[in-house]
């Protein structure tokens, strides 16, 4: 399948380029398909590639020495990954893994390079991108105090439990974030935890509180 | 009926990213517009929320207290 133009014009790094400037990285472009669940990238392996997302979507995580997995971005049509590693050469400090049936466009570490070296416009994009990307981990970073939030979890739990006689509204993981003062992922993974140590059960739309009486303790622990 | 996500027709842009994670296939995308298969049951991964960039699908946890 050839690479389609508007589909690339739609990647961040090759925004505001000319025709010309758009051919020139067609013609270095090669094509990857990847099935939902499948492991694009591992964390760890030296990269050869730059990739960046046609369709579908991946998610960016790093796995814990316990198996635990830590989302640090999903990445949606139009944006890279593996930036890391084609830029400073060293090993790919995240996995990847598809989400949904991907399209990648994937870009030769040597291609690469000559791109940025010729086209200064794309440098610019290349730096923009990053700069973002450094804002965002920095915002992570600050949320993932992990023992303060899954004591603030706990309370938020606590206080919207609802019944047959005191219906409480519904919470969206956003809105538990929201009032946690953190992002979506890290309350995902405080439930996940909380329901790992006894005090909830996830079934399907519902947390259970099954231990309210440790639920409550864990509230109570300060950092 | 099994309790499905929340669609705000309104906000989706038709990407269909949410009915590309979903492995359950509870979500299809017509006439450009996210719609539910009604027939699926959904287990409420939230892959679908995580993934819309418009806010546009919601799954809303419900909190109770276990019967003794």
């Given amino acids: 399948m050839a690479v389609q133009l508007e589909l690339l014009k739609r990647i961040l790094y090759f925004s505001n380029l000319n025709l010309a400037e758009l051919e020139s990285v067609i013609k270095v472009v090669s094509e990857k398909t990847a099935d939902r669940a499948e492991m694009i990238s591992l964390e760890g392996e030296s990269a050869e590639n730059l990739c960046f997302v046609a369709s579908g979507v991946v998610k960016v995580f790093k796995t814990s020495a316990e198996g635990k997995e830590q989302i640090l971005s999903i990445v949606r049509p139009g944006e890279s990954f593996n930036d890391i590693p084609i830029f400073d050469g060293g090993p790919n400090p995240v996995s990847v893994q598809a989400m949904s049936p991907v399209l990648l466009y994937k870009i030769k570490k040597n291609d690469m390079e000559a791109i940025l070296r010729n086209h200064p416009q794309i440098a610019l994009n290349v730096i923009q991108v990053l700069a973002r990307r450094v804002r965002d981990l920095v915002s992570l970073v600050e949320n993932l105090s992990f023992r303060h939030v899954i004591s603030r979890v706990a309370k938020i739990l606590l206080e919207h439990i609802g019944g047959e006689m005191d219906r409480k509204p519904r919470l969206t993981q956003q809105e538990m974030a929201a009032m946690a003062g953190t992002v979506r992922e890290v309350v995902g993974r405080s439930l996940k935890a909380l329901e790992e140590e006894g005090a909830i059960k996830l079934d399907r739309h519902r947390i259970i509180i099954t231990d309210k009486e440790a639920l409550t303790k864990i509230m109570e622990v300060s950092s | ?68």
């Fill in chain 2, 1 to 68: 009926m099994a309790e499905v996500p929340i669609l705000d027709t309104g906000k989706c842009n038709g990407c269909g990213l949410c009915a590309g994670v979903c492995h359950l296939n509870v979500l299809a995308i017509v006439d450009k517009i996210v719609i539910i298969v009604e027939t699926v049951e959904c287990d409420w991964c939230t892959d679908c929320e995580a993934v819309c960039p418009t806010g546009a699908i919601s799954c809303p946890f419900e909190i109770v207290l276990q019967e003794p």
